[in-house]
């Protein structure tokens, strides 16, 4: 009896060496998982930890749940703590579906569903200049744009509205789930009151974890259960990942993360479903490349850029080519095998970093 005490002591410090609970969320230290899953840490400061192995770069902030993953900012559910502590949902929900390879997908993307947002007597964000600029007809501007660059390159594109008329919040992912479209993609336009001149960029949404809160303005709390979108959440996450990246990119415009909320279109969303705002109507200059037709045409290409990116990680294998074996967790969660998603495909040597990694962050 006394061996089996000691044991269990020896087993409680083990854990609690490596994990540790705050505010109800089960941590774990970023060096044991780093070391646990190939990483180097290259970067330990009190406010930043940066990891890298030979395709990424992690760059984590301490208390604040902004993180940067190969050049691209995304919102983690949970703040990494000060004690260089990150939390498992994270490592589960953000980092491991967009630094791992993915399962492939069961089939290849054929139909793409277009959710031009707002419409009839829902105007969207209204913004004053000559005249009344309303965010419903720049949604669907860009979404006949991008309908039209997408149909080029064979897809077959439904849109969830074809015209200047009302459609309720649910019907948007039902006609997709409908017309088992393989994503669903929606499209608005951002307007900020406060700090309009530097409120600026896009930001991509996709559904937000089981056991976290949402990160858009209004996000509602952790306690919402599972959606039927979260059965898809980490090829969401992908996405939103690889469409927000080539947006920032190629508009070369201010990142404003990876964002996840339970938007009503995205909740019921059978497959990969992302919700974009691709600017603030607000910001004067951004809104007025927002109102011009060959801006949209950039922003669309680069949408189309971030699809088939998503697409080449997780298109499913030919007949000829062996199936790439799922992720395995080992180590009590911390170790999975170790293949980089969001390296450019094929994986490229990480750019000269040129950009600023501002700690903390400069962003309203
Ligand atoms: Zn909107």
């Given amino acids: 009896m006394k061996r089996f005490f000691l044991l269990l002591t020896a ?46 770069r992690l760059v984590f902030n301490t208390d604040s749940p902004e993180a940067e993953i190969n050049g691209v900012d995304v919102r983690l559910s949970f703040p990494v703590a000060k004690s260089a502590l990150i939390s498992q949902l994270d490592l589960e ?29 829902d105007t969207g964000n209204r913004v004053p200049g000559f005249f009344w600029h309303n965010e419903k007809n720049y949604t669907l501007a860009l979404a006949f744009e991008l309908r039209d660059q997408l149909k080029k390159l064979g897809y077959n594109v439904i849109l969830t509205r074809n015209s200047d008329t009302f459609v309720e919040l649910p019907m948007r992912p039902a006609i997709a789930n409908r017309n088992s479209a393989d994503l669903f993609i929606s499209l608005h336009f951002n307007a900020s009151q406060a700090d309009k001149n530097n409120v600026a960029g896009p930001e991509t949404y996709c559904i937000t974890p089981v056991g976290a809160a949402s990160s858009n303005a209004q996000g509602e709390g952790a306690d919402h259960g599972a959606t039927i979108a979260n059965h898809v959440e980490d090829k969401s996450l992908l996405l939103a990942y690889q469409i927000q990246k080539s947006l920032v990119q ?9 964002r996840r909320a339970r938007f009503a279109v995205l909740r019921d969303a059978q497959m990969p479903a992302i919700l974009i705002e691709g600017g603030y ?53 911390l170790s999975w095998k170790a293949t980089n998603s969001t390296a450019s495909s094929p994986p490229a040597p990480l750019p000269k970093d040129t950009r600023k990694y501002p700690s903390p962050r400069q962003r309203q």
């Fill in 93 to 121: 929900t953000a980092i491991k579906p967009l630094v791992f390879l993915q399962k492939p997908s069961a089939k290849r993307i054929m139909t793409i569903c277009l959710d031009p947002g707002h419409g009839g007597k």
């Fill in 250 to 258: 190629n508009l070369h415009a201010e990142d404003r993360d990876v």
């Fill in 281 to 333: 109507m607000t910001n004067p200059s951004e809104g007025k490349r927002i109102y011009d037709a060959a801006w949209r045409q950039q922003m669309a290409a680069a949408i189309v850029k971030g699809i088939l990116n998503y697409q080449k990680l997780t298109s499913p294998p030919s007949p000829q080519t062996p199936v790439v074996p799922a992720p395995t967790n080992a180590l009590n969660g």
């Fill in 11 to 56: 087993i409680c410090f083990a854990v609690s060496s490596e994990a540790a609970f705050i505010n109800g969320q089960s941590y774990i230290s970023i060096s044991d998982w780093s070391r646990a899953n190939g990483f180097h840490v290259v970067s330990f400061t009190r406010d930043q930890i940066i990891l890298t192995n030979k395709t990424s």
